[in-house]
């Protein structure tokens, strides 16, 4: 019997060890992504500054004396920092810290990569402070820093003497990184090569993956082989134009817009919870469209797909994994052709213009046509295929406004749906409630009244695709920053020491919204014309703790009172 239970406790310790590697695993690829994103806000910002022709630069360390005003922006390499002084416009530290004495005066931001900032009493800064923790790899070129590209995706190459990683330029002869993790496709990869070339009038990049999926069962066959293939050519360096082609037989989200890609597969890989609808698309598109730098893009994109609807698999869970997955819904199935207009606007890193800065707008209308076979849901009829031409819109925009130092309130509006012609297909219907929309209602579930979350459609039955032609949704928060410098043992001493961001913010916030049908949908969810009644859409309130990589959070419904309050974990920020 000993020995039984030594091998059982065996058993189970190496189950726990193979489960927390999993994770670890997950974590490292599907986190990539978002990582880079948060990355890249910060050092945009520092190497504009630091490239910027008035910019005083200087390499090692700098002591700014109590005495001393330095005039303009100042960008600091390898630093120490240390300021008593007055700095009238940006300091920039890059793989240094910043150590701000007291009666220091900083007239605009303080920006940090690779590094940590240590602010004493009675020091005035007039912008933001903005940290970023990893260090920031680079060349010199022309007295001008170019960033390097050097991500935490797992990269093997087998490039030989033609490998090339430095700038922006690089050749991945074999290169993987995760896509998704979700009940569909368990963890999804992509494996291939990708090229990138900037030149003296643009940039050529070039992708060749398959995808491939894990879930069982693993065959040869599209349920576990896929491909995505990117060409883009861009035409100016700064500004200018973008064409692009691709063709591609991918599994996607419904609807993405809730939730980031590292959330939803985590959640759905630790905690046996699919947060998200998919469906098949095989087929091509191409693009054409201008650019005004990395802030604003503006795209005409053509293209014909084919539709399919894949079946929920049971792919491996580190919790809950002897219950049953939310079943994938039935979606229309056939061939259709679309046409959009997709305009993409990112000032958030606009440190210098109050007013043209803080944007985040993610619009686009789409045209499609073809013919599908669409969903009959409980009628055990086959469904016949029909002629389909319908006009769709989606907008998500987003304004982050600097009330005073490490105080902001930002606000969100997400608007779209049906704006003419026949039914939206299953695959462009949209849905609201849960993690991402309005926090204090559970995902896809109104117990208690009428569904305005799905209009109808899965909150009432497992496996019930959502089927609301329109939504609405407003979103506000206030956000004030504190210091976490009371955690570290070294804050009096090795404040030199390269370290992590110690500070974190306390968040409020309130979301309100809801779906309805135009062209069908019972009492309380069908309105033709306009918004439905503000009466009628659904609100929740809450607070928590953002520590940058990881906010706790907790929401309450104020709609129906009856609703439990949610505890919700999101990884970077709400939005």
């Not at 958030?348 to 803080?358: E, Y």
């Given at each position: 019997?000993?020995?039984?239970?030594?091998?059982?406790?065996?058993?189970?310790?190496?189950?726990?060890?193979?489960?927390?590697?999993?994770?670890?695993?997950?974590?490292?690829?599907?986190?990539?992504?978002l990582?880079?994103?948060?990355?890249?806000?910060?050092?945009?910002?520092?190497?504009?500054?630091?490239?910027?022709?008035?910019?005083?630069?200087?390499?090692?360390?700098?002591?700014?004396?109590?005495?001393?005003?330095?005039?303009?922006?100042?960008?600091?390499?390898?630093?120490?920092?240390?300021?008593?002084?007055?700095?009238?416009?940006?300091?920039?530290?890059?793989?240094?810290?910043?150590?701000?004495?007291?009666?220091?005066?900083?007239?605009?931001?303080?920006?940090?990569?690779?590094g940590?900032?240590?602010?004493?009493?009675?020091?005035?800064?007039?912008?933001?402070?903005?940290?970023?923790?990893?260090?920031?790899?680079?060349?010199?070129?022309n007295?001008?820093?170019?960033?390097?590209?050097?991500?935490?995706?797992?990269?093997?190459?087998?490039?030989?003497?033609?490998?090339?990683?430095?700038?922006?330029?690089?050749?991945?002869?074999?290169?993987?990184?995760?896509?998704?993790?979700?009940?569909?496709?368990?963890?999804?990869?992509?494996?291939?090569?990708?090229?990138?070339?900037?030149?003296?009038?643009?940039?050529?990049?070039?992708?060749?993956?398959?995808?491939?999926?894990?879930?069982?069962?693993?065959?040869?066959?599209?349920?576990?082989?896929?491909h995505d293939?990117?060409?883009?050519?861009?035409?100016?360096?700064?500004?200018?134009?973008?064409?692009?082609?691709?063709?591609?037989?991918?599994?996607?989200p419904?609807?993405?817009?809730?939730?980031r890609?590292?959330?939803?597969?985590?959640?759905?890989f630790?905690l046996?919870?699919?947060?998200?609808?998919?469906?098949?698309?095989?087929?091509?598109?191409?693009?054409?469209?201008?650019?005004?730098?990395?802030?604003?893009?503006?795209?005409?994109?053509?293209?014909?797909?084919?539709?399919?609807?894949?079946?929920?698999?049971?792919?491996?869970?580190?919790?809950?994994?002897?219950?049953?997955?939310?079943?994938?819904?039935?979606?229309?199935?056939?061939?259709?052709?679309?046409?959009?207009?997709?305009?993409?606007?990112?000032t958030?890193?606009?440190?210098?213009?109050?007013?043209?800065?803080?944007?985040?707008?993610?619009?686009?209308?789409?045209?499609?046509?073809?013919?599908?076979?669409?969903?009959?849901g409980?009628?055990?009829?086959?469904p016949?295929?029909e002629?389909?031409?319908?006009?769709?819109?989606?907008i998500?925009?987003?304004?982050?406004?600097?009330?005073?130092?490490?105080?902001s309130?930002?606000?969100?509006?997400?608007?779209?749906?049906?704006l003419?012609?026949?039914?939206?297909?299953?695959?462009?219907?949209?849905?609201?409630?849960?993690?991402?929309?309005?926090?204090?209602?559970?995902?896809?579930?109104?117990?208690?009244?009428?569904?305005?979350?799905?209009c109808?459609?899965?909150?009432?039955?497992?496996?019930?695709?959502?089927?609301?032609?329109?939504?609405?949704l407003?979103?506000?928060?206030?956000?004030?920053?504190?210091?976490?410098?009371?955690?570290?043992?070294?804050?009096?001493d090795?404040?030199?020491?390269?370290?992590?961001?110690?500070?974190?913010?306390?968040?409020v916030?309130?979301?309100?919204?809801?779906?309805?049908?135009?062209?069908?949908?019972?009492?309380?969810?069908?309105?033709?014309?306009?918004?439905?009644?503000?009466?009628?859409?659904?609100?929740?309130?809450?607070?928590?703790?953002?520590?940058?990589?990881?906010?706790?959070?907790?929401?309450?419904?104020?709609?129906?009172?009856?609703?439990?309050?949610?505890?919700?974990?999101?990884?970077?920020?709400?939005?």
């Open positions: 019997m000993m020995r039984f239970g030594t091998q059982m406790r065996l058993l189970t310790m190496r189950l726990f060890m193979t489960r927390a590697l999993m994770t670890l695993s997950l974590v490292a690829l599907g986190a990539a992504p990582a880079a994103q948060q990355r890249s806000s910060v050092m945009s910002a520092a190497v504009s500054t630091y490239n910027a022709p008035g910019t005083m630069r200087v390499s090692g360390a700098l002591d700014v004396t109590a005495d001393r005003e330095i005039g303009g922006d100042v960008a600091v390499l390898n630093g120490p920092v240390s300021v008593a002084g007055r700095i009238t416009g940006t300091l920039v530290a890059i793989n240094a810290d910043v150590r701000l004495l007291s009666g220091a005066v900083i007239g605009e931001h303080v920006i940090v990569v690779g940590t900032v240590t602010r004493e009493d009675g020091v005035s800064v007039g912008g933001e402070i903005r940290t970023q923790a990893e260090l920031l790899f680079y060349t010199i070129e007295d001008r820093i170019v960033p390097e590209e050097r991500g935490v995706d797992w990269r093997p190459h087998w490039g030989g003497p033609d490998f090339e990683d430095r700038g922006e330029s690089y050749t991945d002869l074999f290169f993987v990184a995760a896509r998704s993790y979700n009940r569909v496709e368990g963890l999804s990869a992509s494996v291939g090569p990708r090229i990138r070339r900037p030149t003296n009038w643009g940039r050529v990049q070039v992708s060749a993956f398959g995808v491939v999926r894990t879930a069982e069962p693993v065959r040869w066959d599209r349920g576990t082989i896929g293939i990117n060409a883009d050519l861009r035409l100016g360096v700064t500004n200018g134009l973008t064409l692009g082609a691709r063709a591609f037989d991918v599994i996607d419904v609807e993405s817009w809730q939730l890609h590292t959330e939803a597969g985590l959640a759905s630790v046996h919870r699919d947060l998200r609808d998919w469906y098949g698309r095989h087929g091509w598109e191409a693009s054409l469209g201008g650019r005004l730098g990395d802030e604003v893009s503006l795209s005409f994109v053509g293209g014909s797909e084919r539709w399919h609807s894949p079946r929920a698999r049971d792919p491996f869970t580190l919790f809950r994994g002897d219950q049953p997955w939310r079943a994938n819904p039935n979606l229309d199935l056939g061939k259709v052709d679309l046409t959009s207009i997709r305009l993409a606007v990112d958030r890193q606009r440190v210098r213009s109050p007013w043209l800065g803080g944007w985040f707008i993610d619009a686009n209308i789409e045209r499609g046509r073809g013919t599908i076979a669409r969903d009959p409980f009628l055990t009829v086959v016949v295929p002629e389909v031409n319908y006009t769709r819109g989606f998500d925009a987003r304004r982050y406004t600097r009330l005073s130092h490490g105080t309130v930002n606000g969100r509006i997400v608007a779209g749906g049906w003419g012609g026949d039914q939206l297909p299953l695959q462009r219907r949209l849905s609201v409630g849960g993690p991402g929309s309005v926090e204090g209602h559970d995902f896809r579930r109104s117990p208690y009244d009428t569904d305005v979350f799905t109808g459609g899965i909150a009432l039955t497992s496996g019930r695709a959502t089927l609301c032609d329109r939504i609405a407003a979103q506000l928060e206030l956000r004030q920053e504190f210091n976490l410098d009371w955690l570290r043992s070294d804050r009096h090795d404040w030199w020491r390269i370290g992590l961001n110690t500070r974190g913010a306390w968040v916030f309130a979301d309100a919204g809801r779906g309805w049908g135009v062209q069908s949908g019972g009492p309380g969810i069908r309105e033709e014309r306009g918004l439905p009644p503000l009466s009628s859409f659904r609100t929740s309130i809450g607070g928590g703790l953002d520590f940058g990589a990881i906010g706790v959070y907790l929401a309450k419904s104020t709609s129906t009172g009856r609703e439990p309050m949610n505890v919700i974990v999101r990884l970077g920020r709400r939005f």
